[in-house]
């Protein structure tokens, strides 16, 4: 214990600063640089409102992840019980002070920003139940009265958001806190009964919905049923990504975007419009940074000693896997439309600045591989 | 050494890099399903979602194209078009189309039931496109339009060109144009890509005749829109063709005058060059207004052209069908002169009537015309002489000479409403009735009536084909300079009078196709009707020219709606004592002057009487206003030879 303390401590900032990861450093600035081309073409060319807060909270965030990395590992880790909790709160005082914006409740007003803390939630149950299966031992976790709490601490804020309602971002959530379970060492069991009860649950789940939310899902199945109403998002999509072709129409020649056919472009669509303009390769190179980042999250995974470490590695980078090919199956007319964003491409800074805290503790995971965390 | 809890974190860490595997695994398939998915929309389905990225981006207005004008002889405009003023709405630049129309309503006066009309093509179109509120609205309700522009919303004043027929009197030759109709659009291919809100195709006479090209080339806009409909920009203009312009026989002049001769009367007129068969005049009557066609009919003047018993829809001209009564008997005549039945100073006695197996044939004359001759039996137009004639001639000879003429067939091409009337012989009867034919009805067809049917532009083709000495001539109303050489043959016969020209020399020197075995049959029958007439006793002789710029030769015409009961003949009952639909047609064809025939014309009076009365004054105006013109018309195709 002492030695290992020594080591840590022996660390030099030129060390530190050494062991960061320079090519998941590179891909996420290169993916922001990505992002901004594609925020300046939904703005039509100009440096706009979006185009201008875009690239203001990229490198905001992008400082802030920079600055997270060299945290100390240890830190994360005492302290992901109160993150998650004050996250929690964050998620309580949307409940009863939240802005309510095209009929959900989702935001906190901050003054300086809005405040949106379904998506740091999407960190904090990670951060959670990385630490509390760190905690646990190997005997313990298949024991049914250790399965309580992280059931407690999934179903709550999952209720919370998809209540607001935000039924895209409670799955994305529960799809975090799941991947932790499933990499601990849950069994399968567990997963194939909480599934079959999911199903069975479902129907009562569905008279929960708000009625767009079932035109969703409906709409999904038969797109073309009704090609201006609900199937409209996903069928202009789908045209827009088709007609770039294997090239592209050209940086800011995406008619279907420019023109307004394309819905939700900053947000949720934002692939879609980079693919009419950039094509089949330009998908493909999207395709392959997500890919870059996500191979080397594993990676740190891989590398770093403690189990809290690659537990939170690795679930983040499923985590942040599930939420690229969501947004993209999505807008590709694979799954319906829920509602996800497209992490760092996507306009939105809670979507961005939580996305930014989950690498920057990857990072320190990776600066900090050899330190235990008790 | 490893203690018991770093034994169980080794464990733990081969576990959870166990299970991280897995998901790996799992994330890879994903993966290639969206690569997969991509390849699939962006390169083998790229073109099907070109088409559709592009077929949201553009969209087409489409632009009438400016009808092509028809002009006369003269070059003066007979179906012309004007500037109109018109309000358009575009739907879904509206945000309340009810309030709209309640709105305009009180601007511009639209009836309810075009209201309801309104919005039912509304609900069926895409609501880009514009639909015409009123196509024809006046200065002061476009002025009145204007000034309220800005609290309507989705209406466009627009200019536009229209239909516009200066004057009513060719109304049925020319015929007019109306809004295109569903069935237009099933039956007319030339209508499929031409489809424009607010065109306006011929339905009849010329217009439809010679719609597909005087329609035009259609325009478009095609504008960028985006999602809500906006036009963004404009990509492409193409402002069509006017359609063709064409220029017809008809002389404007003689078609107002003839108008008004025929004014309260149902009657038709049809004057021709004899020699090139140009129409110079045709004219039906009562005639209508084709400007209410162009705008949307009204009902009620709809329903009083429908209701009006002297049918003012009818081109009497060349639909109408008559007995061609006693001017066929020009024709019977020269049949049997060229099959040899008859010489020309053979008689027959008249005394009013004759009798055949027990059956009556009466003469018009009751007391009978003495001796009668072929020269007298026309002049005086004796029933009894043609009887026996016609007799001894036999239905299927008069049919062929008559078919010969022009008769039974339809006469101009590319006129749906022309009829081909009826040339009567034993097989016609046996096929279309089913009936042996009868020696009484022989009898009847020698005086022309029974199943004889003719057109009066028939009978004028008929006439002239007499007076240009019994040569085929084409009747046409479109403008043609090409010429047969009929007048070189003329002029070289005037220089030559005792050159006999062989027929075959006639086709191969002349281009000509004689009607005729022995051209001086012709020149019987010509001037058998020159002494109808003009020579006292002549059935027209009280209507003669003295003038002999002006004489015309003649045969009047009577054709039969009703038998004559033995009693009325007894009580020798006259026409006008009868009711008007029992009253007989009246006929008569002419040709003019008879010095130097240039001129045919044939007079149909509806219920008029007899020929010689009602027929033969209003051809011997007509005949006069022609042949005054004449050198002006000489002039222009002089002219117009030269620059060719």
């Known amino acids: 214990m002492y030695r290992s303390r020594s080591i840590q401590s022996a660390l030099s900032l030129k060390d530190k600063i050494v062991s960061i990861d320079y090519v998941l450093v590179l891909s996420i600035f290169i993916l922001g640089l990505v992002s901004i081309l594609a925020m300046y073409s939904t703005d039509g060319g100009e440096f706009k409102y979006h185009t201008n807060s875009h690239i203001l909270r990229f490198f905001i965030f992008f400082g802030m992840f920079l600055f997270l990395s060299f945290i100390q590992i240890r830190f994360w880790h005492s302290q992901s019980y109160l993150i998650y909790i004050l996250f929690f709160i964050l998620l309580l005082g949307v409940k009863y002070f939240g802005l309510t914006s095209s009929g959900s409740k989702r935001w906190l007003d901050l003054y300086f920003m809005n405040l949106q803390p379904s998506e740091l939630m999407k960190v904090g149950l990670i951060l959670f139940l990385a630490k509390y299966y760190h905690r646990i031992s190997i005997e313990n976790i298949n024991q049914l009265r250790f399965l309580f709490l992280p059931i407690v601490v999934l179903v709550a804020p999952i209720i919370l958001v998809a209540t607001q309602p935000d039924l895209g971002t409670a799955l994305l959530i529960a799809a975090g806190g799941i991947s932790v379970a499933w990499l601990a060492g849950v069994r399968i069991k567990f997963f194939a009964i909480s599934g079959f009860a999911f199903i069975a649950l479902l129907p009562i789940a569905v008279s929960f919905l708000k009625p767009y939310q079932k035109s969703r899902i409906l709409t999904f199945l038969n797109p073309e049923s009704d090609p201006l109403g609900a199937g409209y998002q996903i069928i202009q999509s789908k045209i827009a990504i088709g007609s770039g072709g294997l090239f592209g129409k050209g940086f800011l020649q995406g008619s279907q975007s420019y023109l307004d056919y394309l819905p939700e472009k900053h947000t949720d669509f934002i692939f879609t419009l980079f693919s009419e303009e950039f094509g089949f390769f330009g998908s493909l190179f999207i395709l392959v940074l997500y890919a870059i980042i996500i191979w080397r999250i594993v990676k740190i995974g891989n590398v770093t000693r403690s189990n809290f470490g690659k537990l939170y590695c690795y679930s983040f980078a499923t985590a942040f896997f599930i939420y690229v090919v969501v947004n993209m199956m999505m807008v590709l007319g694979l799954l319906p439309i829920v509602g996800s964003p497209l992490p760092i491409m996507s306009y939105g800074g809670s979507s961005m600045m939580a996305i930014m805290l989950g690498l920057g503790i990857a990072m320190s995971c990776k600066v900090y591989k050899d330190t235990p965390v008790n | ?644």
């Open chain 2, 1 to 644: 050494m490893l203690s018991p809890s770093s034994g169980n974190t080794i464990i733990k860490s081969k576990l959870i890099s166990r299970r991280m595997f897995l998901l790996t695994a799992a994330k890879a398939v994903v993966m290639v399903g969206i690569i997969g998915r991509l390849v699939s929309l962006q390169i083998n389905e790229r073109s099907k979602y070109k088409t559709l990225s592009d077929k949201n981006r553009f969209r087409e207005w489409k632009l009438a194209p400016e009808r092509g004008v028809i002009k006369d002889f003269f070059d003066k405009e007979i179906a012309s078009n004007e500037q109109v003023y018109q309000v358009h709405l575009i739907p879904e630049n509206s945000k309340d189309i009810e309030k709209l129309f309640v709105r305009l309503k009180t601007i511009l006066n639209i009836p309810d039931k075009k209201l309801f009309f309104l919005k039912r093509v509304i609900s069926k179109q895409k609501p880009w496109e514009p639909i015409i509120v009123s196509d024809n609205i006046t200065w002061s309700e476009f002025s009145r339009i204007n000034l309220f522009l800005h609290e309507l919303e989705g209406v466009k004043p627009v200019v536009s060109i229209a239909r516009m027929y200066p004057d009513n009197s060719s109304a049925h030759i020319l015929g007019y144009v109306s809004q295109v109709s569903t069935k237009d659009l099933q039956t007319k291919k030339y209508l499929k890509d031409l489809h424009v809100p607010g065109m306006t195709i011929g339905k009849t006479g010329l217009e439809r005749k010679l719609d597909e090209e005087i329609i035009g080339k259609i325009g478009f806009q095609r504008y960028e829109v985006n999602a809500f409909g906006k036009r963004i920009k404009q990509i492409q203009i193409n402002e069509g063709q006017a359609g063709k312009s064409f220029k017809t026989t008809l002389d404007f002049e003689i078609q107002k005058f003839t108008k008004e001769l025929l004014k309260d009367k149902a009657a038709a007129v049809c004057v021709m060059d004899i020699y090139n068969g140009d129409i110079v005049s045709l004219v039906s009557s009562p005639t209508f207004e084709p400007n209410e066609f162009v705008h949307g009919l009204d009902r009620k003047y709809w329903d009083s052209l429908i209701k009006n018993e002297r049918r003012p829809l009818t081109n009497k001209a060349i639909s109408g069908l008559y007995p061609p009564g006693s001017t066929i008997k020009t024709l019977v005549a020269l049949s049997a002169l060229e099959n040899g039945i008859i010489k020309p100073q053979d008689t027959f006695k008249c005394s009013g009537k004759i009798e055949l197996f027990g059956e009556k044939f009466h003469c018009w004359e009751k007391d009978g015309h003495g001796f009668v001759n072929l020269r007298k039996g026309i002049q005086r137009s004796c029933d009894v002489y043609f009887y026996e004639v016609a007799r001894k001639l036999g239905v299927d000879r008069l049919s062929i000479t008559a078919k010969k003429f022009g008769l039974g067939k339809k006469v101009l091409s590319g006129f749906v409403e022309e009829r081909a009337g009826v040339v009567p012989d034993t097989k016609w009867k046996k096929k279309f009735i089913g009936q042996n034919w009868y020696l009484g009805e022989t009898l009847h067809s020698g005086i022309g009536q029974g199943y004889f049917q003719s057109t009066p532009l028939q009978l004028c083709l008929m006439t002239a084909q007499i007076a240009n000495g019994g040569f085929e001539i084409k009747p046409r109303i479109l403008f043609n300079q090409k010429n047969n050489k009929l007048k070189d043959y003329i002029k070289y016969k005037n220089e030559n009078p005792n050159d006999p020209l062989p027929i075959d020399l006639l086709l191969s020197n002349f281009d000509l196709k004689p009607l005729f075995k022995n051209q001086e049959h012709i020149n019987l029958i010509k001037d058998a009707m020159y002494s109808s007439s003009n020579e006292p006793g002549g059935t027209s002789y009280k209507h003669r020219w003295e003038n002999k710029k002006f004489t015309f030769a003649g045969k009047t015409g009577s054709s039969q709606i009703k038998r004559f009961t033995e009693d009325q003949r007894e009580a020798e009952v006259k026409q006008e004592s009868l009711p008007y639909k029992d009253r007989d047609h009246a006929l008569f064809v002419a040709y003019a002057p008879y010095n130097d025939p240039k001129y045919a014309i044939s007079v149909l009076v509806e219920h008029g009487g007899s020929g010689g009365k009602t027929a033969a004054p209003i051809a011997k105006k007509i005949i006069k206003k022609v042949l005054e013109r004449h050198e002006l018309r000489q002039r222009v195709n002089k002219l117009l030879g030269e620059e060719v």
